[in-house]
Every structure is written in structure tokens, then in C-alpha cells.
């Protein structure tokens, strides 16, 4: 137990001294390693006809497991709930995800922080991460008011974990 009076400061011996991590009171932060799956914490959005299931794997490090059809353009999108994240500019901002697709070219991806819509494959305003279908190149994007700047950051392998993130300083 500690006390830290005034400010929002970390003063050296305050409870947060020897945590092994960032003070996280003073962030807002969202994490999900996927230990568990509530689909009412997420909008979903199914596109197409294709079998879907939303379902967690019991591994030490948590996983999401979404299954669908490999008809195009059948797909499956998740967004937290709320837009509770709008970058402001000069704050600083982190967003990290860890994935792997069973096939390369077929999967569509669309990660990272954008205007919550009913069709998150065609962003408006955002940071993120796209690959479409019929391509493994995995591109970082920035876009604002539909003008949009890309990069290629790398090439997805099938049934391989790959990470990226987007870090503003």
C-alpha cells in the first residue's frame, strides 16, 4: 500500500516503484489477450454467407480463433465496442498485435485504430494495418478523410505469427 499526494507523478517510493511495468494509472489502455471471448464486448460484422465461428483456444498465451468459409468476400470483423480510442495530435500512441492467417494470399486483414463502421475494410481515418485478399504484402497505413498513405511493411506466411505496431511519438 502507498500514497502519493499531489500531482499525477510517479514519486520514487510510491506503490508503483518496483512494478516491472509502466505506471497504468496514468494511461488509458485496452488489452485483450484472449483468454476468454464475449462477443457483446465487440461489434461484429459478418460479411457474406460463409460458416463463421468466434471461438478461444486454451493456450498458455490466450488466442482468438476465427473460422470462416474461403469464399470471397466472406469475412468477419471485430471492433471494440464504443470508439473509445481517437488519437490526438502530439499524445503519444501504441497499438501492438500479434497474429498468424492459415493462408496467405485468401485472408483479408484490417487492424489497428479507425472510424467504427459497418465496413472496416474501407477506412476513412486511421492508423492500421492492411492486407487484402489475393496478396500476402502486409501494408501500414495512414489515412484521414479518405486520403490515404501506405507502405509496405512486410510479407504474411501462412500458419507463421508475425507482430506489428504503430508507435507515434
Not at 139 to 162: I, K, L, P, Q, R
Request: aromatic share 10%; charged share 15%; proline share 2%.
Amino acid at each position: 500500500i502507498g500514497y502519493t499526494a499531489g500531482g499525477v507523478g510517479q514519486a520514487a517510493r510510491s506503490q508503483f516503484y518496483n512494478w516491472p511495468q509502466i505506471d497504468p494509472t496514468r494511461y488509458v489502455t485496452y488489452f485483450d489477450d484472449f483468454t476468454k471471448f464475449t462477443a457483446a464486448d465487440w461489434t461484429i460484422t459478418k460479411v457474406g454467407t460463409g460458416t463463421t465461428a468466434l471461438s478461444t483456444v486454451t493456450v498458455v498465451d490466450g488466442n482468438l480463433v476465427i473460422t470462416n468459409s474461403a469464399a470471397a468476400p466472406d469475412s468477419v470483423y471485430l471492433q471494440a465496442l464504443g470508439n473509445a480510442f481517437k488519437y490526438t495530435a502530439g499524445k503519444r500512441l501504441l497499438f501492438k498485435a500479434r497474429l498468424k492467417v492459415d493462408n496467405a494470399t485468401l485472408a483479408g486483414i484490417t487492424m489497428g485504430l479507425t472510424d467504427q463502421d459497418t465496413t472496416p475494410a474501407d477506412v476513412n481515418n486511421g492508423l492500421h494495418f492492411q492486407k487484402t485478399a489475393a496478396s500476402a504484402i502486409l501494408t501500414g497505413n495512414t489515412e484521414a478523410s479518405n486520403v490515404a498513405t501506405s507502405v509496405n511493411v512486410g510479407t504474411v506466411v501462412a500458419d507463421t505469427y508475425f507482430t506489428c505496431g504503430i508507435l507515434v511519438e
